[in-house]
């Protein structure tokens, strides 16, 4: 008698059981070059753009090496290029983050900003700053990063505590409690002693400009590390999306799913919030507009996140400093 065997579904086989529309494979990879033309738009533009305009012809001189006959060129390299290089790694790793979240805890409402990590950079800063008497961005960035580190641990052993795997809602509560009691005791020793906070102020706004290559050099390789995580994660989410017992029936390991998504979160949330400092709205919108775009599949939505997320930012950079722009009076503008 002839026997038969049962296909064994896989973690591949996530996508295929989501009910919702997806484009085809050759659109998304057209949209993906679109956008990354789209990219390099805004880099041009966050390269020209400034207090005092460059020309675009004049830019590409400096950087291959040319030189060029506009002396304004020359700060091109000095200031605009290190903010423009930042703004790219921020904007992917919040990106990043953002969709890495929003998969894991399987919800659509979650930001690098809900599991404390923005708190928890800006309470490690408060005491690097006030108590140390740290003053420069390199001096604090790895206070910033160690902060973030400890805060994700924490919030995932909580959610991780008590029967069963880390709970999403656990890990969720955790960590916007943990990130308002730290806000709080940050704001507080703020208010104490507001002259001996003043080094901290321009990191709490948030921001990519004045950085230098030294924070960029400093935490790129982390952030390298935690987009590469992102990118390998996305199958194995794909079957975390449709929950625990059908994520273990497709084969995939969801222990160490969450694992490595949050060392993915904690490496791109830190890194960007140490950077720049904590920024917001990047994190929660550029997901939902990857998803609107490639549908459920969350391997396309971490590459689309990873380069809308710099669009964003740099966009927004740029829309700064043409309607802030330094020298211009009521009348001219």
């Known amino acids: 008698m002839a ?18 529309p997806r484009p085809p494979v050759a659109r998304r990879a057209v949209g993906l ?15 020209a753009i400034g207090a005092r305009d460059v020309a675009l012809g004049a830019v590409w ?11 304004q060129a020359a700060g091109v390299l000095a200031l605009r290029v290190p903010r423009t290089v930042l703004g790219l790694l921020v904007g992917a ?11 894991v805890t399987r919800n659509p409402l979650a ?22 008497g740290v003053s420069s961005p390199t001096g604090y960035l790895w206070f910033a990063f160690a902060g973030a580190l400890v805060t994700t641990v924490v919030v995932y052993l909580i959610g991780a505590a008590g029967k069963g795997s880390a709970s999403p809602a656990r890990m969720i509560l955790a960590g916007v409690a943990i990130g308002a009691v730290l806000a709080g005791i940050t704001s507080a020793m703020v208010l104490a002693d ?13 921001a990519i400009a004045d950085r230098g290559w030294g924070v960029v050099t400093a935490t790129a390789p982390y952030l390298a590390v935690g987009l590469v995580l992102a990118l390998a994660l996305g199958r194995s989410l794909n079957a975390v999306a449709l929950g625990d017992d059908l994520a273990r029936s497709l084969g995939s390991n969801v222990m160490r799913t969450r694992v490595l998504s949050f060392v993915a979160i904690t490496l791109l949330c830190g890194g960007a919030t140490a950077m720049a400092g904590p920024i917001a709205f990047v994190g929660l919108m550029i997901p939902h507009v990857a998803r609107w775009i490639v549908g459920p599949d969350q391997r396309w939505i971490a590459a689309y996140s990873m380069l809308l997320g710099p669009i964003l930012l740099l966009a927004a950079d740029v829309l700064g400093r043409i309607l802030l722009r330094p020298g211009r009076s009521r009348s001219a503008s």
Request: overall charge negative; aromatic content about 4%; cysteine-free.
């Open 33 to 47: 070059m679109l956008i990354a033309v789209t990219l390099l738009a805004v880099v041009a533009l966050s390269l």
């Open 111 to 132: 930001d690098p900003g809900i599991l404390g990590v923005n708190s928890g950079s800006a309470f490690a800063v408060a005491i690097a700053v006030g108590v140390l």
């Open 61 to 71: 001189s400096e950087l291959v090496g040319g030189g060029s006959a506009d002396p």
């Open 3 to 20: 026997s038969t065997q049962a296909p064994v579904a896989t973690a591949s086989d996530a996508v295929a059981a989501d009910p919702r």
């Open 93 to 103: 790793a919040l990106g990043a983050a953002g969709a890495l979240i929003q998969a």
């Open 194 to 206: 507001p002259r001996g906070f003043n080094a901290m102020r321009a990191w709490e706004a948030g």
